[in-house]
């Protein structure tokens, strides 16, 4: 359940509000063990994305490091690789 939630730290170009909410979305939905809320507990679901995406936003902006940023790119071909190696070639 939790495969979406990505390192969103240190990345040229940095992580988007969308990502951060993606991320934040995929935690809420671990936490609570659903992937959809029931009608009864939508709004407090909508509120721990809201809350979390903000605290994400904030942690990234505040975190220093030396090391360079890391190439988005790069990085998702190394996943795409890893996944060949490990599930083979689909099609």
């Known amino acids: 359940m939790c495969r979406n939630i990505k390192t969103l730290f240190n990345f040229e170009p940095p992580a988007t509000q969308e990502e951060i909410r993606a991320a934040a979305t995929q935690f809420v939905r ?20 809201d809350d979390i995406s903000t605290v994400v936003e904030a942690l990234l902006q505040s975190l220093v490091t030396t090391a360079e940023p890391r190439d988005r790119e790069f990085e998702a071909a190394k996943a795409r690789a ?8 689909t099609g």
């Open 30 to 49: 671990k936490v609570s063990g659903s992937t959809r809320p029931s009608k009864a507990n939508a709004l407090a679901f909508e509120k721990a994305t």
């Open 82 to 89: 890893r996944a060949e190696q490990r599930f083979g070639t």
